[in-house]
């Protein structure tokens, strides 16, 4: 292995409450029903696809394209606004010594995520200069679980898929990485993912599955 490409939200960084309550605002706002459980769902897929889920539950006349970007829009208006307040404290000191010393024993790093604020986010938690390379929503077409985000994080990287092994917390980015043909260490959720190569409880774990601890 050569390279890690580590999906952002829920592995580096925490926003999905900031996700959570933009959706449920416009959801509110459009009187459509929304709640955790349909929260969950969103996790790891894109912003177009997020809003087809939430509209299952919409009640109204259909929808224009026009009208959705526009929903769309508002929802990411309001999370931006929520992600200001987002400093270097919400990184944990674990996930910055890790990443450090990854990048010291000459590993490359890289951001694999379907979300068009990731470097938004990383200069917010001061963090951008960790990273090797940046492949996210916006130069992506297709989202998790299609392999495009990582493909593109192994090319701006200048690596082998088969030398590349990717960070996730969702069952839909382990798919990604699979498909990708990239070994996949699963976190959090994606821990108890039969398909992830790796299981680890902590992101520490990470350098012991690189051979430096």
């Known amino acids: 292995m050569k390279a890690f490409i580590f999906d952002l939200d829920g592995v580096i960084v925490f926003t999905d409450k900031f996700h959570y309550q933009a959706w449920k605002k416009m959801a509110d706002r459009m009187g459509i029903y929304f709640d955790e459980t349909i929260n969950n769902r969103l ?3 894109s912003r177009a696809e997020s809003l087809e889920i939430i509209l ?5 006349e259909p929808l224009s394209a026009e009208k959705k970007a526009e929903l769309m829009e508002e929802k990411n208006n309001t999370y931006r606004e929520l992600l200001k307040t987002m400093t270097a404290a919400d990184v944990t000191d674990q996930v ?3 990443l450090k010393k990854l990048h010291e ?3 490359k790093l890289a951001i694999g995520s379907s979300s068009k604020n990731a470097k938004f986010i990383l ?3 001061e963090l951008l200069d960790a990273f090797d390379a940046i492949s996210d929503g916006n130069n992506i077409t297709h989202s998790k679980p299609d392999p495009e985000v990582f493909l593109k994080a192994g090319e701006f990287l200048g690596e082998k898929p088969e030398d590349c092994v990717v960070v996730e917390d969702a069952y ?3 798919d990604a990485a699979k498909a990708a043909e990239m070994e996949a260490v699963g976190i959090g959720d994606a821990s108890g993912y039969n398909k992830a190569d790796y299981k680890i409880q902590k992101f520490e774990e990470l350098l ?3 051979g430096i601890e």
């Open 43 to 45: 996790r790891g897929v």
């Open 56 to 60: 299952e539950k919409y009640e109204g």
């Open 96 to 98: 910055r010594a890790t």
């Open 105 to 107: 024993a000459g590993f």
């Open 123 to 125: 200069e917010k938690v």
């Open 172 to 174: 839909a980015g382990i």
């Open 208 to 210: 012991k599955i690189a």
